[in-house]
């Protein structure tokens, strides 16, 4: 099954999932299940978007966007992680005023509409799978994943409340869901910010990539050397490497050395400059070469 089919699929079953909650929630008067309800909302919203994003994402590169709509997926990350945010922030709020009033709840009814919503999430999780290289997706998963734990509490809480009768299992349940969103918000924020910030891909060091391509025999040097990331998992690299005076064909079996070398690390994506003159400005890792002390001597 395709990733937009999952996606259309999980969607459908999000808002099933929504409109079930919503009304349980209402009826049981429970802050757990309508808490749920909200993250599952920003769920059918994280899918729906994911879909449009992916979607459009897969356009082949065209003169508007050279590099392809691969990053339309990131902007649909950043919106999820953000409303993951917002949800958690307003379920804190809520959770805080059950605390100081707690409210009467209906324990049977909670405890079936929370399994129901835990088989679905279940269900959607399942369907869009783990190990996803698109954030675009994986932020979409860790909706589902969020509030399939969200679910795991509630029922938790409904059973604590239907045995014990203490109302407070409530708004505890809806922090601690609280605080699940949150942490997956952060983290999908942060992922997607870092491309967005064309920041050093995590896992790949420009340092130890710099060090062996300088080492390569007849490379005298390399400079302006630039590393970031297309989209999530789509690293790209560039870089001026100084060479002696040579013919065409010898050069670029240089470079074709230097590109197996970034294979390595998973880069494809590449543009390598060969020229036989220092650069003109001291930027990052500008003359960085094996041979300095023997041209110093000179």
Known sequence: MSNINRLKLALGISLFILVMEVIGGLVSHSLALLSDAGHVLTDAFALGLSLIALTISQRPSDFRATFGYQRLGMLAAVINGSTLLIIAVYIFYEAVKRFMNPVEVDAPVMITVAVLGLIGNGVMALILG?????????????????????????????????????????????????????????????????????????????????????????????????????????????????????????????????????????????????????????????????????????
């Open 130 to 298: 783990k190990g996803h290289q698109d954030l675009n997706i994986k932020s979409a998963w860790l909706h589902i994943i969020g509030d399939l734990l969200a679910s795991v509490g509630v029922v938790v809480a409904a059973v604590v409340i239907y045995f014990t009768g203490l109302r407070i299992a409530d708004p505890i349940a809806g922090a601690l869901v609280g605080i699940l969103i949150l942490i997956g918000g952060i983290r999908v924020v942060r992922d997607a910010l870092w491309v967005f910030l064309e920041f050093v891909p995590s896992g790949i060091d420009v340092r130890e990539i710099t060090k062996r391509v300088s080492e390569i025999p007849g490379v005298q040097g390399i400079h302006d050397v630039h590393l970031w990331a297309i989209s999530h998992g789509t690293p790209a690299f560039s870089a001026h490497i100084w060479i002696n005076d040579q013919r065409l064909s010898e050069a670029d079996s240089l470079r074709k050395k230097i590109e197996e070398i970034l294979k390595e690390y998973g880069i494809v994506h590449t543009v390598l400059q060969l020229e036989c003159a220092e650069c003109a400005q001291n930027g990052l890792f500008c003359q960085v070469r094996i041979r300095d002390e023997h041209r110093h001597s000179h």
